[in-house]
């Protein structure tokens, strides 16, 4: 992936910015593609705050994303 490839020929102590932001953008892809490649679903089902009946989806944060793959790699014996 070009983006690892750059981020490690970054100089960390003068692009501490840049290297923060590269890391999380490597991260969040690869978690994305192991998801479409394990058809897990980026998406949860919420409750409408101002009306319990209605229901919407929305996108998953990335905190979500991890750990939706640990689960799937955990059930799946991919990590002990």
Known sequence: M??????KRLD???FRNA???LLRVFIESSVDDF????TITLTVLEVN?????RTYRRSM????????VTSHMEENGLVV
Do not use: T
């Open 61 to 68: 944060s990335l905190r979500e994303k991890i750990g939706a």
């Open 49 to 53: 705050k101002e009306d319990a009946n």
């Open 19 to 21: 290297c923060s932001v």
């Open 35 to 38: 998801c479409q490649k394990n």
């Open 2 to 7: 070009q983006i690892f490839d750059e981020l």
């Open 12 to 14: 960390i102590e003068r």
